[in-house]
């Protein structure tokens, strides 16, 4: 099993950055995709940005050019560095992990999840 442990979230202006940081335990693997997503209240959990094994990555429309992910497999660590955040970023940020080495935008397709941290925007 594989444990992971969101932190990072927080209140911010609108225009301001946060740093998300997903920690991994237990039988982690470099070759483990992993994906950020997001829920706001009374909405579906959504595709935020996934990285591959083999770092490739892919993000939402909605955040491309204002959210990054990286990971530190020697840390076991993911990270999500978010930039001129909106109000409409306001969510439950999970990270997510794979047990296999591509990402998907699906989380269905995702078998290990964190406990979420929130996110708010000001305006």
């Not at 099993?1 to 969101?6: C, D, H, K, S």
């Amino acid at each position: 099993q594989v444990q992971l442990v969101e932190s990072g979230g927080g209140l911010v202006q609108a225009g301001g950055s946060l740093r998300l940081s997903c920690a991994a335990s237990g039988r982690t693997s470099s070759s483990n995709a992993m994906g950020w997503f997001r829920q706001a209240p009374g909405k579906e959990r959504e595709f935020v940005a996934g990285i591959s094994w083999n770092v490739l990555t892919g993000y939402a429309d909605s955040v491309k050019g204002r959210f990054t992910i990286s990971r530190d497999n020697a840390k076991n660590m993911v990270y999500l560095q978010m930039t001129s955040l909106k109000p409409e970023d306001t969510a439950v940020y999970y990270c997510a992990g794979r047990r296999i080495t591509g990402y998907s935008t699906r989380p269905a397709d995702y078998d290990y999840w964190g406990q979420g941290t929130q996110v708010t925007v000001s305006s």
